[in-house]
């Protein structure tokens, strides 16, 4: 088939490259348009687009799908179907109707659970055993198409979103390569999602990824797993930010009888208090400076602790 893929950032390479080695062909590629980065705020094309030029594939970055030029362009490529990982934005009716097997869409839950943009993080965050992926038939709504397939993963105990997510690209570029080359000679029927089972996983946002010292030692370690890498599960210190890296989760000498956010830096590590048991920090990153050991951390301090907020 041919096909224009729609994917940003890089999460979406592996199904790209896929595509790219599939017997489909992939006749251009759509991406956010480039966007300033880092601390000099330079601009930078996204992942696919940097993967779409290296291997000479044609890259449309609209400022908006809702572009009447953009429209014009994808009916000139003729395309038969366009998968979607990650693309960023929400597709006009005028060009969900242009290719004739619609736009598929591969997103990294097993729907209708965590529709939105952070299914990953909401899944850590609110505790599931398993997730997955799902191909859909992209439709007004959110998320909200008929199913063509799914593919379904554990969420490991230490798994932070970043490590979960990258084994679902892995994964889900095998179901959306399966999903097209079933697409191309009629096996596939969509199936539309069941009523019941809907969750909502909308994009996080900062305050999300503020550590609740005040919750048990179980939400405390989710929430952090859930925000890293992205955006950062982060704390207050002293009046400045501070960035907490997943927690080394052994109940091995444990500090006892810490009030929630309270530090205590013992011989076994640097432990702070939760509304159950203590937390021991792992990987830190304090305000201005490289991420670090908590206790290498610890050890440059000087004077009282403090307290976490």
Request: include cysteine; aromatic fraction near 4%; charged fraction near 25%.
């Amino acid at each position: 088939m041919r096909c224009v893929f729609a994917g940003t950032p890089g999460v979406a390479i592996p199904a790209l490259e896929a595509l790219i080695d599939s017997r489909h062909e992939v006749v251009a590629v759509v991406t956010r348009p480039d966007a300033p980065r880092g601390r000099g705020r330079a601009l930078e094309r996204s992942a696919v687009a940097v993967l779409a030029d290296e291997r000479g594939i044609p890259v449309l970055s609209p400022l908006s799908p809702r572009e009447p030029e953009f429209a014009e362009r994808l009916r000139e490529l003729e395309p038969d179907c366009c998968p979607v990982v990650a693309y960023g934005a929400l597709l006009p009716i005028e060009v969900l109707s242009i290719p004739r097997c619609g736009w598929v869409n591969l997103h990294f839950s097993l729907l209708p659970a965590w529709r939105g943009a952070a299914p990953v993080q909401r899944a850590i965050l609110h505790g599931d055993d398993i997730t997955g992926a799902t191909t859909f038939v992209i439709g007004p709504g959110l998320d909200d198409g008929p199913v063509l397939g799914t593919v379904t993963e554990e969420i490991r105990p230490s798994d932070t979103s970043g490590e979960l997510l990258g084994r679902l690209a892995g994964s889900g570029a095998g179901l959306l390569l399966a999903t097209l080359d079933a697409l191309e000679v009629g096996s596939i029927v969509a199936k539309p999602q069941p009523a019941e089972g809907v969750s909502l996983a909308p994009k996080v946002t900062v305050d999300d990824a503020r550590i609740r010292w005040v919750d048990p030692l179980i939400g405390v370690d989710r929430r952090i797993r859930a925000m890293t890498p992205e955006p950062g599960a982060w704390t207050m210190l002293e009046g400045e930010r501070m960035n907490i890296g997943p927690l080394e989760m052994s109940e091995a000498d444990a500090v006892e009888g810490l009030a929630p956010g309270e530090i205590s830096v013992v011989k076994s590590g640097v432990w702070v208090g939760t509304a159950t048991r203590a937390a021991r920090l792992g990987q830190v990153r304090p305000a201005g400076r490289k991420t670090m050991s908590a206790a290498d951390w610890a050890r440059g301090l000087r004077g009282e602790m403090g307290r976490f907020a």
